[in-house]
């Protein structure tokens, strides 16, 4: 539950960063902004899988930025079910997905541990300090 509760805090403030930033993303209000980061989270949990396994072939031509095309779907199909959070255009979409990927992913890796599990990182206990000495060159 703790990691649900983390992976959509960052999830909505990626949403409000991509708000702020991208001129054709608005929201009416912090309860929108929040029940669609959560959708769009549920969305990317169930649906994108599927859509990334149909557009393989796409993906693998394009070398992978076709995946940004499907995020900035699924993006504007958040903004449909969700009519008081506004998605302007694919191209604000599109551009909107990247950010918030990015912002994701850099927010991301404040919690996730070398084992993949989503938690605050304080201190890595299997990381050891190395007995060794430096050569000086001269």
Known sequence: MRA??????????????????IPGIHV???GVLVS?????????????????????????VTMGIFIFVVNALLLRFVSWLI????VEGFWNAFFG??????????LSSFFRAS????QPITHHE????ANARTIDPE
């Open 4 to 21: 649900f509760l983390i992976r959509w805090l960052v999830t909505t403030i990626a949403v409000y960063v991509a708000t702020k930033l």
């Open 36 to 60: 669609a980061a959560l959708l769009l989270g549920i969305i990317n949990a169930f649906v994108r899988p599927i859509l990334l396994l149909l557009s393989a072939p796409f993906i693998l």
């Open 115 to 118: 084992d993949g599990r989503i």
């Open 83 to 86: 009519p008081p959070f506004h």
């Open 97 to 106: 997905s990247i950010l918030i990927s990015f912002v994701s992913w850099i």
């Open 126 to 129: 299997a990381i050891k300090r």
């Open 28 to 30: 009416d209000s912090l």
